[in-house]
């Protein structure tokens, strides 16, 4: 057995409360007492919480026939030892007080809900653990809260009386009187009791006193505290308080000292004034608020076994000397200590870590003798042994019993047995309260626990440390909070619940972790002592009279049919779940949240409004009636005018440092808690509604999305109407919705095809959305954003809105509190701009170039609508550039270059000249210029780049675009070259020079999906070249030099032309004129040649070419099979109409070029064929082998095939044919075989 020194656990906390967690961390292993008897032990650890005694001090000790019955001069005064308690006859409140357990725990809320098992007075604590052991009636109050359990004495006969005065309590009297006990009266203590009383009290205080001598009072102050003993036994006690008596003189006699030392005491247990629990409550009952409060000398944090609970004690303790802490207790010698007494005296000491008690033994008043006794020897005290095993298995199975049976939160609970019965019942006072048809107000319990229901949520939500997995916990308490209470008498703690409900869902995604610090917030007392004295079993206690097996128990929750089942180890086990229902909501789905976050916002509101006195100025709205949403089709004027008018935007949003100082429009006043409470519920709300229109953007349902948005202004603009200045989180969140309103409005403008839909997504309202915008038109006309959030048809007025919103963006983010703040969020809003007016700029771009379409074929000039249109698209993109080289971004910076690019194609182009025969007249210098102009932003774009690295698709693109330009460029230069202007050599030097270019930045090398077209490009201007050069060199007269560089150069061209067409396996038509064209140019060689020799080897070479065309044909054949096995499928007719039109236009298209080339092929082939048969037949030399015989019957077979064969056959016939004659020709050269393959 060990005892410990407990001393230091006494401490007075004479600051804030706050110290109470060092003073807790003093408390290690020191503070665990272990308590053993025979083969039994328990275990018991006290940690002081908050004591508002002062320091220990040691007793006196008095002498031996000291009469306890004359009252000591120092009666009835306060003192620092006894604390206000001593101002009293009885030394202390015998009775608990209905409210106790609330008191501690509004002080030590951090405990409450999963810390601690019970919370409660230490005399319930004893009353409870000695039920087995006693027949006095038990009668106590339980709220559960989490897995905490709150106990409170019951005073029924105190309710009873209550009930006659108000009225309240008259269905439990009914129903009390009808189950339980049918004739019940108030019995009077008899005299003894309170001369036991007056001695004790007289006791105490001879303690205390420094000489320790009795000095008598006048008979009449003894007279006068007797008659108080009378008074206070026969005044009501539930709710009961004490009331300190001392005077203004007497509190002048007390020394400065103790003045200054009772004045800390009386203010340790200050709160907060929003913490304040009166300000809550206006019942108009001061006792009650007043029982709300922790009126305990110390706050004890017990753990018992495995059993945490929260205790409050009174009692006195003294020290010093030897003896650091001991508890003082006088005893009649006369009186055995029985086994209640005994159990009283342990718990109590356990319970505050006393390691000693000292009893003084008196006779009728006179004192005997003192002794000390170990607090583990009182369990083997003479006539009063007791298990301490047994008493732990008791504390377990009533706290089982208990958190098996009062499982909802909310909930009043009724734990009664009658005086002298073995039957303790459990009983739901709010269900039967609800059967009874009472209001809420009818059970005094109801409000204490739905502000401890509030504020157990409120702190755990508060918690730095807190994270998501008691979402769940919080939300059952703030729910259970609310069904307890009357709106129109609570309506802002109703308020707040349904704000902090709404809060719970975070619609952030990115969770904010603030670190692990926690505070514990400290309760505190007035001082007052209790003399703990023990409960012993007399006349005084037998209130209930002894009943019998009750006729009915249905109304009972739950029953222990013998107390003697308690001491049974583990007879009662908890097996309830705690909170079966408290899972938090998790939905994945966005919607469903914010609608769930807009419900409690809702009722929210409806809370503030029902607490406004002042009725609105406003006509009263009907919530069902829908407020219409504004839409309107805007014309080309209002389209110019929204600059000025959405400019109004910013007077809107900018911050204001200014409070507001007058009632607002719905009457309410600055500062006030409604005042407050509006303000978050909007922002709150606004955050919902952005939420929702993120998600439908999102879903590509874009009415929808500016509906929401719509919504989210509307409750800022609200939100702005009440509030004097914002806080630059607000001002940030604002340029949020303003940025996502602008999104919304561009995507609109993109998907103009959908927009009977989207209006109709528009104009849908929901139930909560009428009343929460009816709320919101109590403060604000709510049209500040209505504007930026209308639904028009003008795709141009969409965008200039969407810029705007950017823009009012932008200048909220350059500009007072948040300049040089949010540099990311700054940084996606520029982005945003630059996106935004290269839209612009791309839709005037648009416009001009369908303009131009239209006057296609027409001779006209450019227009003035046109130069505004390029002025505009221009404007757009050079402000786009300058925002994107704001956040060095190369690759977008790169895009609008490129888009410019275009725009000055599309200037070159409507600057060409229509002839009077509406053809096609020379290319001109604007032309010439603006396709300069674009090469150049093109070059641009690529140096913002840098390299394809950098990012490939873009380069790619610009690289594609650069060729076009410098193609299209050397076409038309080509096909209608400027000769009034310039000569025709420095036009083909031009041409080739540009189309040099051109093939410069044709990436044949890389593979990619423009890999064909760049293999297309380039054959196509080796084509082009090799034509010209054909031209020059036919057209050529003179320098022989010049011609054969001409036609060396043809040859390079078209030699390459060829080779490029063939790795194409989808140009056999260009691949065919390729090839036509060299034969002509081979033709047109030979006809300048005089050798025969000559001549032969060049229509022999001619041939060899011919032949080439076979790869051709080969491709026009596959292609016209399938064509005709296309048109042969019955399936084709499932198909849609538009893929048979679009197939048979292209099939068409190639079919009357091949015939047109296939004309030119025939009198070509004929031609070779008729010129090497008369040559080789012609010729004088010998024949040296039957070789070149044998070549000439080919030629003449061929021949004599092509002039036989039908013209008017089906085209793939003839194709089919020129394959036969064409391998014919192959067969004996195996070189010309060779060379096929290789080609």
């Given at each position: ?5 407990m ?6 906390t004479?600051s ?6 060092d003073?807790?961390?003093?408390a ?13 032990e ?18 006196a ?13 120092n009666?009835?005064r306060e ?6 308690a ?12 209905p409210f ?19 919370v409660?007075d ?19 109050a339980?709220?559960?809260v ?46 003894e009791h309170w ?12 303690s205390i ?5 009795a ?8 007279q ?10 026969e ?9 300190n ?27 907060p ?8 409550f206006?019942?108009?009952?001061n ?13 004890i ?6 059993i945490?609970?929260l ?7 003294f ?11 006088l005893?009649?010698n006369n ?12 718990l ?9 008690l000292?009893?003084?033994f ?17 369990p083997?005290?003479?006539n009063?042994t ?8 008791i504390?377990q199975?009533i706290l ?42 009818q059970n005094p319990?109801t ?7 509030y ?17 769940g ?10 069904k307890l209470?009357d709106?129109?008498?609570?309506p802002?703690?109703i308020?707040s619940?349904?704000y ?7 619609l ?7 670190g692990?610090?926690e ?18 079993e007399?006349?005084d ?7 019998s ?17 308690l ?23 966005k919607?469903?949240k ?8 809702l ?23 829908p ?7 805007r ?13 109004l ?19 309410m006043?600055?500062?006030?808690w ?7 519920l ?27 948005i ?15 200045g914002?806080?630059?989180?607000v001002?940030?969140?604002h ?8 999104d ?11 927009r009977a ?19 919101l ?5 709510c049209?500040?954003f ?5 639904l028009?048809l003008?795709?141009?007025y ?7 919103c ?15 703040q ?31 379409a239209e ?6 000039s ?12 221009f ?11 704001a956040i060095s ?6 895009l609008l ?8 194609r ?10 009077s025969e509406?053809s096609?007249?020379e ?17 641009r ?9 950098s990012?490939?698709a ?16 050397a ?13 025709q050599?420095q ?43 054909h ?12 011609r ?6 043809a ?9 490029l ?36 080897k060049t ?11 076979r ?7 596959k ?22 039109s ?5 099939s ?6 091949v015939v ?11 031609f ?17 082998s ?5 070549q000439?019957k080919?030629?003449k ?12 056959v ?22 010309d075989?060779a ?5």
């Open positions: 057995m060990n005892v410990v020194n001393s230091s656990q006494d401490k007075k004479d804030d409360p706050k110290h109470e967690e003073q807790s961390n003093t290690s292993e020191d503070n665990k007492q272990v308590i053993c008897l025979g083969n039994n328990v275990k018991s650890r006290a940690v002081v919480k908050y004591s508002a005694a002062p320091p220990s001090s040691t007793y000790l008095l002498q031996e026939k000291t009469d306890l019955k004359l009252p000591p001069a009666w009835l003192n620092t030892q006894l604390g206000t001593g101002t009293t006859v009885l030394g202390s409140s015998r009775k608990s007080k106790s357990s609330f008191g501690m725990a509004y002080d030590f809320i951090d405990s409450i809900g999963d810390d601690v098992d019970v409660s230490s005399e319930n604590i004893k009353k409870l653990l000695k039920i087995p052991y006693s027949k006095s009636h038990v009668s106590m339980v709220h559960r989490g897995s905490t359990l709150l106990l409170d004495e019951l005073d029924i006969q105190e309710l009873f009386m209550r009930s006659s005065q108000t009225g309240d309590w008259t269905w439990l009297k009914e129903f009390y009187q009808r189950l339980i006990d049918q004739k019940w009266q108030r019995k009077k203590k008899s005299k001369n036991e009383k007056a001695i004790l009290s007289k006791f105490l205080y001879y006193n420094s000489d320790g001598t000095v008598p009072v006048p008979s009449d102050t003894e006068a505290a007797e008659e108080d003993c009378g008074t206070a036994a005044g009501p006690s539930w709710p009961a308080t004490f009331n008596s001392t005077t203004e003189a007497e509190e002048s006699a007390i020394p400065k000292e103790e003045q200054v030392d009772t004045y800390a005491l009386g203010h340790v247990s200050s709160v004034k929003e913490q304040n629990l009166p300000t809550l206006n019942e108009g009952e006792s009650q608020s007043q029982d709300l409060r922790n009126d305990f000398v110390r706050n944090l017990w753990t018992f076994e495995d945490h609970m205790v409050g004690s009174n009692m006195p303790i020290g010093g000397g030897r003896y650091p802490a001991v508890s003082l207790r005893r009649d009186k055995p200590i029985n086994v209640l007494t005994g159990i009283d005296y342990w109590d000491n356990l319970m505050c870590n006393v390691p000693e000292v009893m003084c008196h006779v009728n008043g006179i004192v005997q003798k003192y002794e000390m006794i170990k607090t583990e020897d009182i083997d005290l003479e009063s007791f298990s301490t095993r047994v008493v732990k298995d504390a199975n089982s019993f208990l958190k098996s049976n009062c499982t909802k939160e909310g909930h009043t609970y009724w734990l009664f047995k009658a005086s002298g019965s073995d039957i303790v019942k459990l009983y739901d006072l709010t269900t039967l309260c609800e059967e009874a048809a009472e209001e809420k107000c319990f409000l204490p626990v739905a502000v401890l229901l504020k157990v949520a409120s702190n755990m939500i508060l918690k730095k440390s807190q994270n998501r997995k008691n979402y916990i919080i939300r059952t308490l703030l729910l259970n909070c609310i209470l709106e129109e008498r609570h802002q703690i308020a619940a349904h902090m409900l709404a809060e719970l869902f975070q952030d995604d990115v969770s904010e972790d603030e692990n610090g505070s514990l917030r400290g309760g505190g007392s007035e001082d007052s002592y209790s003399d703990e004295e023990e409960e012993e007399e006349e206690e037998s209130s209930y009279s002894t009943s097996e009750p006729q009915d128990d249905s109304k009972a929750v739950a029953i222990i049919k013998s107390v003697g089942e001491s049974v180890p583990e007879k009662y086990k908890s097996t309830h779940q705690i909170r079966p229902n408290c899972a938090f909501p998790v939905s994945q789905d919607e469903e914010c609608r769930l976050v807009l419900s409690y916002v009722k929210g509101l409806k809370a503030v409004e029902s607490s406004i006195k002042k009725e609105s100025d406003l006509p009263a709205a009907d919530p069902s009636t407020i219409p949403l504004k839409y309107e089709e014309s080309q004027n209002g389209a110019r005018d929204v600059e000025q008018e959405i400019a935007l910013l007077d809107r949003v900018g911050p204001c440092n200014e409070e507001l100082k007058v009632p607002t429009r719905s009457g006043l600055p500062g006030t409604q005042h407050r409470m509006k303000l978050q909007f922002l709150k709300a606004s955050k919902a509604y952005y939420v929702l229109s993120d998600a439908a953007t999102n879903l590509l349902k874009y009415g929808r999305a500016l509906r929401y719509k919504l989210s202004l509307q409750c800022h603009d609200a939100y702005c109407s009440i509030n004097g914002l806080h630059p989180q001002l940030l969140f340029c949020q919705c303003l940025s996502l309103c602008g919304v409005q561009l995507m609109l403008a993109q998907n103009a095809s959908n839909a989207y209006l109709e997504e528009y104009n849908y309202q929901t139930k909560d959305d009428q009343e929460i915008l009816h709320c038109h109590r403060e604000s006309s049209q500040a209505s504007m930026a959030t209308d028009a003008d795709p141009e969409q965008l200039i809105v969407s810029s705007k950017y823009e009012a963006a932008h200048d909220l983010l350059t500009s007072g509190v948040l300049k040089d949010e540099q990311e969020q700054l940084g996606q809003v520029l982005k945003r701009l630059g996106n935004i007016r290269n839209e612009m700029g791309v839709f005037y771009m648009n416009q001009a170039a369908a303009m131009q006057k296609q074929g027409v001779r006209r450019v227009c003035v609508a046109e130069q505004e249109l390029w002025k505009k698209s404007s757009c993109f050079e402000k786009g550039m300058q925002d994107f080289n971004d190369s690759v977008n910076t790169a270059l490129c888009n410019i690019g275009r725009l000055m599309i200037c070159a182009q409507a600057h060409c000249v229509t002839t509406h096609r007249g290319f001109s210098p604007e032309e010439t210029l603006y396709y300069n102009k674009a090469i150049d932003y093109y070059q774009a690529l140096k913002s780049l840098g390299c394809r690295e990012h490939s873009v380069w790619d693109s610009v690289n594609w675009e650069l060729s076009t330009t410098y193609f299209t460029l076409t038309l230069l080509q096909d209608y070259a400027p000769l009034s202007r310039k000569a050599q036009i083909e030097r031009e041409v080739t020079e540009t189309m040099m270019k051109s093939l410069r930045y044709c990436d044949l090398q890389t593979e990619s999906a423009r890999q064909p077209l760049y293999q297309y490009r380039a054959a196509t201007i080796h084509h082009r070249l090799a034509s010209m050069y031209s020059c060199y036919r057209n050529q007269v003179g320098d022989e030099s010049v054969k560089q001409h036609r060396v150069q040859e390079q061209h078209y030699s390459k032309a060829v080779r067409f063939i790795s194409l396996s989808d140009a056999p038509c260009e691949l065919l004129r390729t090839l036509l064209e060299r034969v002509a140019f081979a033709e047109f060689t030979m006809a300048g040649q005089n050798s025969s020799a000559v001549k032969l229509l022999t070479g001619a041939l060899e070419i011919m032949c080439e065309t790869h051709a044909f080969k491709l026009i054949h292609e016209l099979l399938e064509q005709q096995e296309k048109m042969l499928t019955p399936e084709d007719s499932d198909k849609p109409e538009e893929l048979h679009d197939s048979s236009s292209s068409e298209l190639d079919t009357e070029e047109k080339l296939i004309g030119i092929f025939e009198p070509s082939f004929s070779l064929l008729l010129q090497l048969i008369k040559l080789s037949t012609a010729s004088k030399r010998k024949v040296s039957g070789k070149e015989e044998e000439v080919i030629y077979s061929v021949y004599s095939r092509f002039l036989r064969a039908e013209k008017s089906p085209l793939i016939q003839r194709v089919s044919l020129f394959m036969e004659l064409l391998d014919q020709l192959k067969t004996p050269t195996g070189s075989e060379r096929s393959s290789s080609s």
